[in-house]
């Protein structure tokens, strides 16, 4: 990531505030009553049953691809905050804007690990058995989001934007959720759509 960084700025003027906002995170969700890792007793990179207990424990699951949208979504809106109002953002370089979409990820994290979401994610989702996030899966999502955001800052417009309908077609494919599902569902259940996701 050596080019989202000015060379005159040392590396912990962005880093610092990155790891003091994943660290603050895991630190609020673990003061929540979150678990560290799966109750399992295992740690696996991948866990791909959406239906399970296991699902969001391990350090990436299908739900992993939609924070890496997220990183696309977060580099789109802070380049044109910074492409639009230069005057006020003129400061608002790829690092800061790095920084700024882990603040927004890792408060995203946190609230998503409140009772109020998971309650909700359980009676209008196919999430039956949600429960939380686990800390190690939490963190892993901030990461991933990151690496989103990375291929954003390096890839032109219409890459960008193939890959985001590509994973969003790809996962809505294989367990009929996905970012987009997932919203609408949380905002609006839609009764046709919660039937086609239980396979109806």
Not at 25 to 45: S, T
Not at 100 to 117: D, K, P, R, T
Request: contains cysteine; negative net charge.
């Amino acid at each position: 990531m050596k080019d989202f960084f000015q060379k005159k700025q040392p590396w912990w003027v962005y880093g610092l505030p990155i790891i003091i906002f994943i660290a603050t995170a895991a630190l609020l969700e673990l003061m929540m009553g979150r678990v560290l890792i799966c109750e399992c007793g295992d740690i696996k990179f991948w866990h791909g049953v959406v239906f399970s207990s296991e699902n969001s424990q391990h350090i990436s699951d299908w739900y992993s691809i939609s924070h890496v949208i997220h990183g696309f979504l977060f580099y789109l809106l802070l380049w044109l905050l910074a492409k639009k109002f230069p005057r006020y953002f003129s400061w608002l370089t790829p690092g800061w804007r790095l920084v700024i979409a882990v603040l927004i990820e890792a408060a995203w994290e946190v609230f998503e690990n409140s009772s109020i979401i998971i309650n909700r994610y359980r009676e209008v989702t196919i999430s039956l058995d949600y429960f939380g996030d686990s800390v190690l899966n939490s963190m892993s999502d901030i990461l991933y989001m990151m690496f989103g955001f990375y291929l954003a800052h390096r890839e032109q417009v219409w890459v960008s934007v193939a890959l985001v309908i590509a994973l969003e077609l790809f996962v809505g494919y294989w367990i009929r959720d996905n970012l987009t599902l997932n919203i609408i569902m949380l905002i609006h259940p839609v009764d046709f759509v919660l039937k086609w996701q239980n396979g109806g």
